[in-house]
C-alpha cells in the first residue's frame, strides 16, 4: 500500500511538540531545519547532513539512536528473516538507515521493516525508486534503545497500525524480551523460551528468542591445543 495520507497538524508550541512525540529526550530534536519546516531531502540525507540518522515527523527531525548491542540484534534479525525468504520469495527487508514513509510528513526508520510484495502496484515489477520507500511494511521491528521512552514507542505503535502495518515486534534488549504487536492494543510477552512467530506476514517463520540472541552475541571460539 502507497501511502498517501494527509499532513498532520502542527505544533503551537515546543512543549507541546515534545509531547505529541511522546516525550522524547529534547535532545534529540533538530531545531535546524525549524521544526515543522524539514522536507523528505532533509531526512533522507540526515546522516550526511547532520551526522545522525533521523526520522521525521510532521516535518520536524528526530534523531535515531541506537547502540552497538541493538544494532546487532537488528542486523541479526534482517539476516534470519533474508534467510527466510531465500525460500520464500515474499517481498524484501530494509535495515536501520532506510527511511519508509509511513504519512505524508511522517518517515520512520524501524530497525528492521519487512515490505511485501503483495503492496506494490501490479504495474511494477520492481520495488518503487527514490531515497524513501513509499511502501508502508507488513512488519515493523524496532529494538528498544536506552534512549526510547515508552511514549515515544506508543506514538510509534499507533502510527504503525494506523497506516496499515500489520505485525510489529519491539525487542526490549536489556530485559531480555520482547513484545508482539498485532495492533496497539494487542501486544503478547515474547521470552528467551518463546518464539517470534510471523504469522500470516512471513507464513511458517519462528524463530526463538534465545536462539536470536545466540547468534546475535556468541562466546569467542576457543582456542585449538597447540595454536
Given amino acids: 500500500m502507497i501511502v498517501r495520507a494527509g499532513d498532520l497538524v502542527a505544533a503551537p508550541n515546543f512543549a507541546q511538540l515534545l509531547e505529541r512525540l511522546g516525550d522524547v529526550d529534547p535532545s534529540r530534536v533538530r531545531l535546524i531545519p525549524q521544526p515543522g519546516m524539514a522536507t523528505d531531502e532533509d531526512c533522507a540525507e540526515s546522516k550526511d547532513?547532520?551526522?545522525r540518522l533521523c526520522e521525521m515527523v510532521d516535518g520536524t527531525l528526530v534523531e535515531k539512536i541506537i547502540g552497538w548491542a541493538e544494532a546487532r540484534l537488528a542486523a541479526t534479525l534482517a539476516r534470519l528473516i533474508e534467510n527466510y525468504l531465500q525460500s520464500h520469495p515474499l517481498g524484501i527487508v530494509l535495515g536501520p538507515d532506510g527511511p519508509v514513509r509511513i504519512a505524508s510528513r511522517v518517515i520512520r526508520m524501524p530497525d528492521v521493516s519487512f515490505i511485501p510484495w503483495s503492496r506494490v502496484p501490479p504495474e511494477f515489477d520492481?520495488?518503487?525508486a527514490g531515497p524513501i520507500m513509499e511502501i508502508v511494511p507488513d512488519l515493523a521491528i524496532?529494538?528498544?534503545s536506552p534512549s526510547n521512552r515508552p511514549g515515544e514507542m506508543n506514538v510509534k505503535l499507533?502510527?504503525?497500525?494506523?497506516?496499515?502495518v500489520r505485525l510489529?515486534?519491539?525487542l526490549y534488549h536489556e530485559q531480555r524480551l520482547a513484545r508482539a504487536f498485532t495492533s496497539p492494543k494487542r501486544g503478547t510477552d515474547v521470552g528467551l523460551d518463546d518464539c517470534l512467530d510471523g504469522r500470516d506476514v512471513l507464513p511458517g517463520f519462528r524463530i526463538k528468542l534465545q536462539d536470536v540472541y545466540d547468534e546475535a552475541f556468541p562466546k569467542r571460539p576457543k582456542k585449538k591445543r597447540g595454536k
Fill in 142 to 144: 524496532e529494538v528498544i
Fill in 158 to 164: 499507533h502510527e504503525y497500525f494506523k497506516r496499515g
Fill in 126 to 128: 520492481s520495488m518503487p
Fill in 168 to 170: 510489529v515486534w519491539y
Fill in 49 to 51: 547532513r547532520y551526522g
